[in-house]
C-alpha cells in the first residue's frame, strides 16, 4: 500500500503483505484503513539539506492520518483525512 503524504508531499509504502521487514498490520479496510505500528520517515529536507532530516511521524487509524509533533511538516500535530488508497490486487 501506498499513499502520498499530506504532510511531507512524499509517498509512504506501508508493507501489509509477506514476510519482509518492516511490515505493518492492516484491518484490511480500504475505506477507513488502520495501520501499525507508526508511519516514521526521515529525509535530507531539500530546503535545508544542512541543517537537519525532515521528519514524518504518524499514525493511520480509521482513514485519518494523525501526524505526531515530531514530524518537521506543517500538519505537525494535526489530523487529516488520508487521501484514497490505490486498490489492492
Ligand atoms: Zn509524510
Given at each position: 500500500m501506498?499513499?502520498?503524504?499530506?504532510?511531507?508531499k512524499s509517498m509512504h509504502c506501508v508493507i501489509?503483505?509477506?514476510?519482509?521487514?518492516?511490515?505493518?498490520?492492516?484491518?484490511?479496510?480500504a475505506d477507513a484503513p488502520t495501520f501499525s505500528p507508526s508511519i516514521h520517515v526521515?529525509?535530507?529536507?531539500?530546503?535545508?539539506?544542512?541543517?537537519e532530516l525532515a521528519?514524518?511521524?504518524s499514525f493511520v487509524r480509521e482513514g485519518q492520518i494523525r501526524f505526531l509533533a515530531d514530524s518537521t511538516h506543517n500538519l505537525a500535530g494535526q489530523?487529516?483525512?488520508?487521501?484514497?488508497?490505490?486498490?489492492?490486487?
Open positions: 501506498a499513499f502520498r503524504c499530506p504532510g511531507c501489509v503483505e509477506g514476510t519482509g521487514r518492516p511490515r505493518w498490520s492492516y484491518n484490511g479496510d526521515s529525509a535530507p529536507d531539500p530546503d535545508a539539506p544542512r541543517v521528519r514524518c511521524h489530523t487529516v483525512e488520508l487521501p484514497d488508497l490505490p486498490e489492492l490486487n
